[in-house]
């Protein structure tokens, strides 16, 4: 028997009220089949449909009653058959009673497991639980209920009930039932493992089963070390992980079709031969790894790749804690752990949870060394999140994010809009229009179910890979099948979420004139495009947003403003904007110091007030406002002063902070440097 081996009865209402979502619920279970056949072939499943015309289950012949419940499908190993039973649900036509159906799925799993393979028999219920269920023999239904979850407590049962409401209108009498029927499958959750999930919508239906079991594997287990004389014992386990693609075999149709235990795998063997002989085999011992640099392969034997290598010692340990808001949403990379203390060490789950409530308390994050593994070749730094267990059955956890290293970070810089002319920014009434259109577009709004909720929104992707994989099971020639339309849902825009935003996306439209952007021969676009007189501040010294076609390096003489704009604005590197900015002032040195009579002050100009604008533009002022006193001192310095006259003649000044938030100069402060002193008397 298979280690992870799950014994599941899918328990489905198929009552009148259900048959507008019922082919949902087909493709959901179809799923849920296939996936089992890749990822869990050993697992055995029945079907037990309720609120049918006919009865068919045994406890109705054994003991009486539980009419109207049909075992589609008793309890075997997963197959093609078996997708086809749940393609092809019958639509019922009485009122179904959930808690009878429920029964007949115990004594299924009671009658073919026995007491074998407790924790892994599961029981899924889907149904809207809108009609009355029948009062018991003896006692209450909610005794009814405590007594069902007793039994599967005993027997190692999980019960999942998926509840689908929709939006149909509903008079008091059964939103009455329907709160009684909610408190009913409460119960299962306080008394025994259960989860009961609400969906109002088909595509959130698509979602709400889950497919596929994931057994949870911890990554590490030993000790969160505070100090070296405070440590906590603790597991961790990956809380999200990206679903991926199964993985594909090579298949071979040479083996004899008379052959019934051929694999038709096939094996790949790999020879190295010598260019210069391509007859003579290179055995393994004769072979080395080599890494390209430059031009050379320098060859490093497996000894010392080995030796080089980091093997840091199997540990988790605390570097310190900041202030959440230090640590950014967009630092995070990879998949979400969490840090749970030692199940059964009472003092760990103690100090995990007054360490995580004085963390949220104070507002504050940890940061982690990490080596999850003896051997691990790399060290993991992350940031540790406090999590308040909202369930007094469930203990204070945290999460683990992993942070970049300073190799890992992109920053792109992108020119603030707060930086254009006013004739760039956009009017109240463009702005109160893009306002109203993110609001009419909103997933969340209030009073409804929020659209698109992550843990029930399937992949469409392998949604749609594992339907054609089953199609193909059948049909080895059937072509790929369109889109479905529940997935549609997913990747499309609502349909009736635009119809209802129509007039929005007008409005929006005619707000925002949209023109063709013609072809430059030059590809250079002006953002800053203001040639009125005045300061050099007025005048069209423009930054360029998209490169040139060749890509520019170095600044040249005659083309020293038009190399630099082409320069800072490459977004192929973050390096760009900073090479840009120290090649320019190595250019005004130069044609300053070289300055015969100051012929060389007016092209210096020119280039200090592109220089300028751009640490404007690219929001690094201190660059520019140190550069500018240090250009002052050196003229001072080397009796080249006439520069500096030349610069306050031209109402050269500081960037300040209206211009640039990282500016430490006041706007009062931004000629101080050309103001003379008074002699003192």
Known sequence: MARNKEGLVLLIDVSPSMHSVLPEIQKVCSLLIQKKLVYSKYDEVGVVVFGTKDTKNDLTAEVGGYEHVTVLQPIKVV??????????????????DFMDAIVVGMDLLIKKFQETIKGKKRICLITNAMYPIKDPYEGTKEDQVLTLAE????????????????????????????????????????????????????????????????????????DLEISSTFKIKVWVYKKTSEERFPTLKKYSDNAPSTDKFATHEIKLDYEYKIVQDPSKV????????????????IPISSAELDAVKFRPEKSVKLLGFTNASNIMRHYYMKDVNIFIADPGNKKAILAVSALVRAMKEMNKVAILRCVWRQGQSNVVIGVLT??????????????????????DVREFQFPSFSSLPASLQPSAEQQEAADKLVMMLDLAPAGKEESLRPEFTPNPVLERFYHHLELKSKHPDTAVPPLDESLKRITEPDPEVI???TLVIDDFRRHFELKENPKLKKSTRRLLKDKSSGSYENQSTDLIASTSEVKVETLGDLTTVSDFEAMISRRDSTEWVSKAIFAMKNKIFDLVENSFEGDNYPKALECLI???????????PKQFNNFLSHVCRFCQETNLSSFGEFLASKDVTFITKTEAEDSEIEE??????????????
């Open 151 to 222: 039994q599967m407590s005993v027997h190692g049962m999980k019960i999942e009930c998926i509840i689908y409401r929709g939006n149909q209108k509903r008079d008091p009498h059964e939103n009455n039932i329907i709160e009684k029927n909610d408190m009913l499958l409460s119960i299962f959750s306080k008394k025994t493992k259960a989860k009961a999930v609400h969906v109002e919508s088909s595509t959130s239906l698509l979602g709400a089963l889950r497919t596929r079991n994931v057994t949870p594997v911890t990554i590490y287990r030993g």
């Open 610 to 620: 592109a220089l300028r604008k751009a640490c404007v533009i690219e929001q690094e």
């Open 282 to 297: 290179v055995p393994p011992e004769q072979r080395i790894k080599g890494y390209r640099y430059g031009p050379q392969v």
């Open 668 to 681: 009062k402060d931004a000629r101080s440097l050309f103001v003379k002193a008074e002699p003192s008397s």
């Open 386 to 407: 406090p999590n308040v267990s909202d369930n007094n059955n469930i203990a204070d956890s945290f999460y683990f994010n992993v942070l970049p290293f300073a190799e």
């Open 499 to 501: 119809s209802k935003t």
């Open 79 to 96: 197959d093609g058959d078996l997708v086809d039973v749940v393609q092809q649900l019958p639509r019922g036509t009485v009122p179904g």
